[in-house]
């Protein structure tokens, strides 16, 4: 395989600007960025004439092999990043997800060793279940050994894998001390544990009950008080998959006031809405079960407008399967449907049709929600999510005049479920380039499984720790009557 690849003739389109160039890559870096590169011997040549050349996509909420509510999803770390090079997407950030009790190391090496059958780059958020001294410590390992730059925290799922309020402020204070990204998964869990029991004791047990159970203000509540705890003690907060108008508001008001806030979206939020869990076959309503729930449509503008805005700043897709035998667990309980849907795949295609062809989006704009933002907020940047000598050689080539219609019947995803079943969209990547090889050409997927690498992610000590002076000094001054 020539470890040489000339991308020739087509745009280059960073988070910052578009401009007509050829790419060279030679093991595994982009070394040169301009016009007329020449063509050198025993180079591969990939011809982008008519197309635009972005950074490889960073989906930075998956949840690949995930051991989840009595259940595994359906796809593993070699499956799941495969489709993700099929759509565009060259790196994910996964998820660690100890077991309350699970010292977070073990965990961390046990995901670690599943994950080496990737086919793409992968990295790790790691999530803090429960607290002790271990905790604390593990968490500075982390950071300073294995290069673990964000933590996340369930409000929801109480019984299994919620933060307490205690363990949010003991994380998240940690967090400011290591120079690490606090990261939370925001819904009330309390609110949502009350709600499915009173819909059940009203004899909804189908996954109409699911929505009923996590209403908007459930969201909305938690991105709150996430926000002010971070606030109070004066670290960053990263608040994934914002579902709904209150808690993209929660955050816009929050960054007018100054406060370092920023929010993630999924493909299937922008674009899917709450009529499925309504619809009387079982498996296309529980294949839409996941938290938060797709919303009533008009949810979708107020996520748009914040990303325009730039108040939400990542796009993602929590890629998280289960096929319809597992999602038949729930049966006459919606409370035991396993919560996740897929969209790895699908994602830059569904967000480029739905963004960019509708003018809401320049494609330098979807560039920096699909990698560069990602990149940015963990510490990845430019090595990821930009086309610029030195970088990684992840790149996709993108066709904005080619069609194609998103199915269950064609996706890479082990599942057997597409939200996006029958969506055509027009614009789709032709190539995906993973440090410097053509892993997929069209339609030719060449994933090659244990070709991914761990992705270290360096802390922000420094940014961070002038911040803890910022917000020391301008400490709350108690008022004296
Ligand atoms: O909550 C998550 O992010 C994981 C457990 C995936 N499932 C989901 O419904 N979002
Ligand atoms: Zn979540
Ligand atoms: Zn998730």
New binding site residues.
Partial sequence: MPSTLLIRGGTVVNADRAERADVLCREGRIVAVGLDLGVQAGAEVLDAEGLYVMPGGIDP?T?MQ?P?MGTVTMDDFYSGTAAGLAGGTTTIID?V?PDPQEPLMDAYRKWRGWAEKSASDYSFHVAVTWWDDSVHRDMATLVREEGVNSFKH?M??KNAIMCDDETLVRSFRRALELGAMPTV?AENGELVFLLQQEMKALGVTGPEGHPLSRPPAVEAEAAQRAIAIADVLGVPIYI??VSCAEAADAIARARARGQRVFGEVLAGHLTVDDSAYRNPDFATAAGH????PFREKSHQEALWRGLQAGHLHTTAT?H?TFCAAQKAAGKDDFTRIP???GGVEERMMVIWDAGVNSGRLTPSEFVAIASANAAKLFNIYPRKGCITAGADADLVLWDPTATRTLSVKTQKSLGDFNVFEGRTVTGVPTATISQGKVVYLHGDLRAERGAGRYVQRPAFSTHFDAMARWSKLHAPVAVTR
Avoid: E, Q, R, T
């Fill in positions: 909420h949840h995930l989840f998820f997800i369930f929801a799922y998964h994934v998959h079960v996941m938290s938060p929590d998280c919560n996740g849907c």
